[in-house]
């Protein structure tokens, strides 16, 4: 079992910063993919970027592209999600994700519990 534990979300204006950190803890050594997904109120779950635990391949939703940037620190089991130029179309639960297949197709084998980003016009 992996566990992820999301931390950074909140409230920022149109145009602001945000860094999202996940923790994972448990088999780490499993760990082949991480990833961040969202779900806005009324909306499917989406994904949002991928990263390559090994190695540093990456993968990006184009509504994010050139704002958002994944990166990661092995040392210490943990990824982050560095969002630049909010918009309020941005506004989500945000969850972490690890799991197996590709960056541009995550099959997610364990969830985080989420961490709400809301951006302000």
């Known amino acids: 079992q992996v566990q992820l534990v999301e931390s950074g979300g909140g409230l920022v204006q149109a145009g602001g910063s945000l860094r999202l950190t996940c923790a994972a803890s448990g088999r780490t050594n499993t760990l082949y993919l991480m990833g961040w997904f969202r779900q806005a109120p009324g909306k499917e779950r989406e994904f949002v970027t991928a990263i390559r635990w090994v190695g540093s391949s990456t993968n990006y939703a184009d509504s994010v592209k050139g704002r958002f940037t994944i990166s990661k620190d092995n040392a210490k089991n943990t990824v982050y999600l560095q969002m630049n130029s909010l918009k309020p179309e941005d506004t989500a639960v945000y969850y972490c994700?690890?799991?197996?297949?590709?960056?541009?197709?995550?099959?997610?084998?364990?969830w985080g519990q989420g961490t709400q980003v809301t951006v302000s016009s």
């Open positions: 994700a690890a799991g197996f297949g590709s960056i541009w197709n995550v099959k997610v084998n364990y």
